[in-house]
Nanobody
Framework: QVQLVESGGGLVQTGGSLRLSCAAS????????MGWFRQAPGKRREFVAA????????YYTDSVKGRFTISRDNAKMTVDLQMNSLKPEDTAVYYC??????????????????WGQGTQVTVSS
């Protein structure tokens, strides 16, 4: 069992930066693939970024490539999402997720077993 708690959300102007953090509790964190998803009002949840557990390979949706960076610290049991050059369209609730499944379906929310409660990110224009 893994519990996830996100932090770091807030209000920022266009072009600004935020760093989201997801703290995990439980065992074997280092063997979980970790992902960030987001959901804007009236829209479906969408994949943002993921990091594998084997060699910490990273994956991003096209709209955030070059602006967002996902990283993990297995000793601290955290996964962070550094978000730069934020745009109003990045406004959403951001969720951290963990997967212990075999495979690489990082883009699919069904691949993940555990979810955090979410943190709000609002980018003003």
């Amino acid at each position: 069992q893994v519990q996830l708690v996100e932090s770091g959300g807030g209000l920022v102007q266009t072009g600004g930066s935020l760093r989201l953090s997801c703290a995990a509790s439980g065992r074997a964190f280092g063997t979980y693939a970790m992902g960030w998803f987001r959901q804007a009002p009236g829209k479906r949840r969408e994949f943002v970024a993921a990091i594998s557990w084997v060699v910490s390979s990273t994956y991003y949706t096209d709209s955030v490539k070059g602006r967002f960076t996902i990283s993990r610290d297995n000793a601290k049991m955290t996964v962070d999402l550094q978000m730069n050059s934020l745009k109003p369209e990045d406004t959403a609730v951001y969720y951290c997720a963990a997967s212990r499944r075999v495979g690489s379906y990082y883009f699919d929310g069904d691949f993940y077993d555990y979810w955090g409660q979410g943190t709000q990110v609002t980018v003003s224009s």
